[in-house]
């Protein structure tokens, strides 16, 4: 609460956007309205919250990240990395229609029968088989709803892209943790030479793929070990994918740029 209160003024106790019906006049309060300082958590890389798009996309690209025990600070210096394109647009409008109907308090799926509400807001013309096969279930999970909608084309509403272009960013975050921490810089230590001890400032590159489906994605990362030979003989041209590395904070950066891939020089930033 004490967070939400210096983000968007309000002590409310859920970072979803607005608030959620429970019936029989109960409410639960999450953000009212878009704010200048986003959040992003560490919670939802593990699907334990849900952050909405109130707090991921504020007016300066500046958030506070919270991990289990600390927080600290992710920010841009070009206020373009919040630009969205109308594919990203039409894909933001798709989820705030759907998680107004999620009554899991931010588990990504919705019943059934709402699922037509959805649909009717979003402009969305489902053929009925697609129709049937999603919803030959008693719930709808987002990742499923997502899957079909890129399979649709956009002339029924979908976001099928036929490029597979569409929507790929580069850019460069800042991580400040203010607690001090071993900075190394990645070099060697010499005998009887200490770490420092200082607040840690990382420069993070950031590469945002196209919107494939995960699975497409993960295709386009695998090598083809058929290839490889060719590969070596300089007879095949092969695009080599971005240079990806991992920690914590890339976790908590895919809950505001799905898919994205972070490299950085020296130590891993750090979110504890």
């Not at 999620?102 to 709402?114: T, V």
């Not at 030479?193 to 993960?218: G, K, Y």
Request: proline share 6%; glycine share 8%.
């Amino acid at each position: 609460e004490i967070v939400n209160l210096l983000l968007c003024g309000q002590a409310v106790p859920n970072v979803f956007d607005g608030r959620m019906d429970l019936g029989g006049g109960m409410f639960l309060k999450g953000i009212p309205t878009f704010v200048e300082v986003g959040f992003l958590s560490l919670l939802e890389s593990l699907n334990l919250c849900k952050v909405g798009q109130y707090l991921k996309c504020p007016k300066w690209p500046i958030w506070v990240v919270g991990s289990e025990s600390h927080y600290t600070v992710v920010f841009a210096l070009d206020t373009s990395v919040q630009d969205e394109n109308e594919f990203e647009k039409r894909e933001a409008e798709i989820r705030r229609a759907f998680d107004a109907q999620d009554q899991s308090g931010g588990g990504g799926f919705i019943s059934s029968e709402k699922l037509q509400h959805v649909l009717r807001e979003t402009k969305v013309n489902m053929p009925p088989e697609m129709l049937e096969n999603l919803a030959s279930t008693a719930f709808i999970v987002w990742s499923e709803f997502w899957h079909a909608l890129l399979q649709l084309d956009k002339s029924l509403g979908g976001m099928k892209d036929a490029t597979g272009l569409i929507g790929k960013k580069q850019f460069d975050l800042y991580h400040f943790n203010g607690i001090a921490k071993a900075v190394s810089n990645g070099n060697q230590l010499t005998e009887g030479e200490t770490l420092q001890q200082r607040p840690r400032l990382t420069e993070l590159s950031v590469t945002v793929p196209p919107r494939w489906r995960p699975e497409e994605f993960l295709v386009e990362l695998t090598p083809d070990l058929s290839n490889e030979q060719g590969e070596k003989d300089g007879n095949v041209e092969v695009d080599q994918p971005e240079r990806s590395q991992h920690a914590p904070l890339v976790d908590c950066i895919r809950t505001r740029w799905p898919l994205a891939v972070c490299s950085w020089v020296g130590d891993a930033p750090s979110i504890v």
